[in-house]
């Protein structure tokens, strides 16, 4: 078993480790580097461009003002889809009242 360390001494190892600095080697090919910042560069402007978009659903009046431009456009969706089924359906009533064809009862047919 160990004897208890001083924690005011440090370990040799620790002291090794803190001195040690190194360079990395340098790659050989820039143009294989110049390609991959080429590539990296359209991700981060396009994340530029909308960094903005968190901090504006952040603050509680833009979220007030999301609540609220949903449930018009939710709203006027349901208007428009209730006008437009209204319509047709007023169109084929309308349609079995002048058409002989489809005033008939359905499963006889005129003249047998």
């Not at 504006?56 to 006008?83: K, M, T, W």
Request: a positive charge.
């Amino acid at each position: 078993m160990n004897p208890p360390r001083d924690p005011h001494d440090p370990d040799p190892l620790s002291r090794l480790l803190q001195s040690w600095r190194t360079t990395p080697a340098r790659i050989g090919d820039e143009a294989f580097a110049a390609g991959v910042w080429r590539r990296l560069g359209p991700r981060a402007e396009a994340r530029a461009a909308f960094a903005w978009l968190p901090r504006l659903f952040a603050s509680p009046l833009a979220a007030c003002f999301l609540v609220i431009a949903s449930a018009l456009a939710g709203g006027s969706a349901a208007l428009a889809y209730n006008h437009a089924t209204k319509t047709e359906r007023m169109a084929a009533a309308y349609a079995r009242t002048i058409d002989p064809l489809q005033m008939a009862p359905a499963g006889t047919r005129a003249g047998h």
